[in-house]
């Protein structure tokens, strides 16, 4: 599932490269000159997320954009920030502003944006932003009128004492007022109950949000491609509720991992697997943001 958040934020980023880019630049004089194919940046078997040679402020630069659900876990984000930005400079020989985008609010909280040593006289600085949704305010957001970013707002920070049914519902409305055309709109609720559906349970999303709009979506047709594709012909609905499954499961053993010793939290996943009802799955991953111990989270499994 998580190719399919990459596919449909590239879209995004590709259909909204400008507002994208002056909201991660905090730069207004943004214009986008070429879109780098990716599927040729091929490093040590790694592929950057978005890359786009820009002209900022009347200098020419590459916008480096990597997206993350979680935290980088088998390489430091750093590391393969070293390797993106090193292979960028070689072949272009131009400046690059990189960024990671963390989507998941437990994701980033330990990346400082920063690696860098000094020696024996040498020395090396590396330096990128780190943007975590949770931390940028959601409704000052809403208010700036960029289309491009309302998918992402389910996923930042709400007004204070919001509930989050409220904010949700906030999100999405403002996709519905938004003035672009029904295809684009489509394309926005699609986006925005996709990635909100990350955090927040998706029954919200499903009950305000028509089915025939975002059916009429570009993206709502590439994922349903996709799932065909993997032999799912019983339809998308159907593989969309299996993604949700895994991704709520996923989920909830990333939130358990952050209290409990990893190994413990492993030997529940079994009995997460085995169950089929998506809206238990989903009040389990709630709980585990709030349990106190993980023989507590055992008693709601039993």
Not at 5 to 24: M, N, P, R, W
Not at 33 to 51: L, M, P, W
Not at 72 to 77: I, Y
Not at 85 to 94: E, S
Request: glycine residues 6%; negative net charge.
């Amino acid at each position: 599932m998580a190719q399919e958040y990459d596919k449909i934020t590239k879209y995004l980023f590709s259909d909204y490269a400008t507002e994208i880019s002056q909201f991660v630049l905090g730069i207004s004089d943004v214009e986008v000159i070429d879109n780098i194919d990716t599927e040729q940046q091929i490093v040590i078997g790694q592929r950057t997320d978005s890359v786009k040679r820009m002209r900022v402020n009347n200098s020419e630069v590459i916008l480096h954009i990597e997206l993350q659900l979680r935290d980088s876990t088998h390489t430091p984000m750093w590391a393969r920030n070293a390797t993106y930005q090193g292979h960028l400079i070689g072949k272009h020989q131009i400046p690059v502003y990189s960024n990671v985008i963390y989507f998941h609010p437990n994701a980033g909280r330990n990346d400082t944006g920063l690696y860098q040593y000094s020696s024996h006289g040498y020395e090396y600085t590396l330096r990128y932003k780190v943007i975590r949704l949770i931390d940028i305010d959601g409704q000052a957001v809403l208010e700036m009128q960029a289309p491009g970013l309302l998918p992402f707002t389910p996923l930042m920070k709400p007004p204070a004492g919001m509930e989050i049914s409220q904010w949700v519902q906030e999100c999405v409305n403002t996709v519905y007022a938004t003035p672009v055309d029904q295809q684009a709109r489509g394309d926005l609720l699609c986006a925005i109950s996709l990635f909100g559906s990350i955090v927040h349970d998706v029954q919200l999303f499903k009950r305000i949000i028509s089915e025939e709009l975002m059916q009429e979506s570009k993206y709502y047709q590439l994922l349903r491609d996709e799932f065909i594709a993997q032999g799912l012909e019983q339809g998308v609905a159907q593989g969309l509720e299996q993604g949700t499954r895994e991704t709520t499961i996923k989920n909830t053993l990333a939130l358990l991992k952050d209290k409990f010793a990893a190994d413990a939290v492993n030997g529940l996943i079994p009995v997460l697997q085995r169950i089929t009802d998506l809206q238990q799955l989903e009040q389990l991953h709630l709980a585990a943001a709030q349990v106190q111990s993980l023989d507590a989270f055992k008693l709601m499994l039993d």
